[in-house]
């Protein structure tokens, strides 16, 4: 776990992703340079149409010694729990005590345009993520039950990437962490938290595009680009709890393209809705979302080389 003392002592762990398009050739390569540089995580993503999370997590969990591998998120409605839970059981055994799993809805279009969104989303993702935690302890639930040999001996942190309300309160009933997709500024984490409301332990993982530099302007400048999709709709919890979220909205509102959104936002907002500037400046902001009660800030790697901003944001451990 990396300690951080900028100002107030605050520990939290911090994680790199692997970016969805990095070349097949590079993910391992990346993995092992995360492990090297003493990031405390490394997340894999399943988005639709790019690589599966689990075969993902596998591979780079084998070629990697001691970081803890998050699958961020497994869609529950593409799988069936009986085989998710054969999944991540593999995982488990294979790798104990190195493996988080991140579940959620799905996008909404996606899920629709494969045929699968529940009519019940929430009552479905409840229901799936207790039933998987039986399977994985051993558990029977209708019938299934894992054999006993593939039974983990520890399961695996269960989480929720979920960002709507009612989503987050179910988090925070039924799951060992959420995780929030980016922009997660400390408003937003503080906000998150209020929701999710859990009445024990709860980790809650936040995603962020990063960038670092000893040139402030130039990391600002390196994460710009990331950023053209935030103030769509399904940010807006994201947005929300900022103090320029009505100027962000009618920013966004004017502007024809997203290049021309990316190009007008004022540094001050780069700022916020991203890890980025030097070394020191980016310690504080992670141990400033500590203080929101994050527990673990990723880092979604911004510019055109992903190897050189892992090693870039390195800097920061």
């Known amino acids: 776990m990396c300690a951080f003392t900028p100002s107030i002592a605050v520990m939290t762990d911090v994680g790199v992703m692997l970016p969805r398009d990095l070349p097949a050739g590079l993910v391992l390569d990346f993995a ?20 599966g999370g689990v075969a993902q997590a596998a591979a780079v969990l084998a070629a990697t010694d001691r970081i803890v591998v998050g699958v961020g998120i497994l869609p529950a409605a593409v799988r069936h729990v009986a085989y998710a839970a054969m999944e991540v059981a593999t995982l488990a055994q294979l790798f104990p005590g190195r493996v988080h799993v991140g579940i959620g809805h799905g996008m909404p279009e996606w ?4 045929g699968v969104w529940p009519q019940r989303p929430l009552a479905f993702l409840s229901s799936y993520v207790e039933t ?5 302890g051993g558990g029977e639930v209708d019938g299934l039950r894992l054999d006993p040999s593939s039974v983990p001996d520890v399961v695996p942190p269960l989480l929720l990437g979920v960002r709507g309300p009612k989503s987050l309160a179910v988090s925070g009933r039924v799951a060992d962490g959420t ?11 503080r ?23 000893d040139d402030p ?7 710009r680009p990331a950023l053209e999709w935030v103030g769509e709709p399904d940010w807006a919890p994201h947005l929300a709890p900022l103090p320029f979220a009505d100027e962000f909205a009618a920013l966004r509102t004017d502007c024809a393209t997203r290049a021309e959104f990316v190009a007008r936002l004022p540094e001050a907002w780069v700022r916020r809705l991203a890890l980025v500037g030097t070394p020191d400046e980016v310690r504080g902001r992670i141990a400033e979302l500590g203080r929101a009660g ?3 800030s990723v880092f979604i790697p911004a510019g055109p080389d992903p190897l050189r901003s892992l090693a870039a944001l390195g800097r920061v451990l």
């Open 191 to 213: 906000a998150a938290l209020e929701k999710i409301a859990a009445s024990g332990p709860h980790r809650v993982v936040a995603y962020n595009v990063g960038a670092v530099d």
């Open 111 to 114: 899920m629709r345009q494969l």
């Open 132 to 136: 998987l935690r039986t399977l994985l």
């Open 179 to 189: 995780v929030l997709a980016e922009p997660c500024a400390p408003e937003y984490a």
């Open 217 to 223: 302007a130039a990391a600002v400048a390196a994460a």
């Open 294 to 296: 994050v527990s673990s």
């Open 32 to 51: 092992r340079a995360a492990d090297r540089a003493g990031f405390d995580e490394l997340w894999v993503v399943e988005d639709l149409a790019f690589r």
